[in-house]
């Protein structure tokens, strides 16, 4: 079956970095887009980024430009995305996903806190 785990969350300050990690299996990997989405408390989940089956697409929310990267492996069947100038309005559970399939991962809680 489809599983997709996230890692890599934490506290972090602001203008700090972190590389969030999915690891996929139960399907073949690089045959599909992966999307990135984050909830932060009372809000609704959102796209962050979305990544083609090659990796050489990306697209990405406003919100998020120009600060995050995704990136994936497709013979490690991971997806990443490198978040860099965090912000406290970056703070969420960060979720990995099939693009325009109802698969998601458990998410990784990403907080931006001094």
């Known amino acids: 079956q489809v599983q997709l785990v996230e890692s890599g969350g934490g506290l972090v300050q602001p203008g700090g970095s972190l590389r969030l990690s999915c690891a996929a299996s139960?399907?073949?990997?690089?045959?599909?887009?992966m999307s990135w989405y984050r909830q932060a408390p009372g809000k609704e989940r959102e796209l962050v980024a979305l990544?083609?089956?090659?990796?050489?697409?990306?697209i990405y929310a406003d919100s998020v430009k120009g600060r995050f990267t995704a990136a994936r492996d497709n013979a490690k069947n991971t997806v990443y995305l490198q978040m860099n100038s965090l912000k406290p309005e970056d703070t969420a559970v960060y979720y990995c996903?099939?693009?325009?399939?109802?698969?998601w991962g458990q998410g990784t809680q990403v907080t931006v806190s001094s």
């Open positions: 996903k099939l693009h325009l399939l109802p698969y």
């Open positions: 990544i083609t089956t090659t990796g050489g697409s990306t």
């Open positions: 139960g399907f073949t990997f690089s045959s599909y887009v």
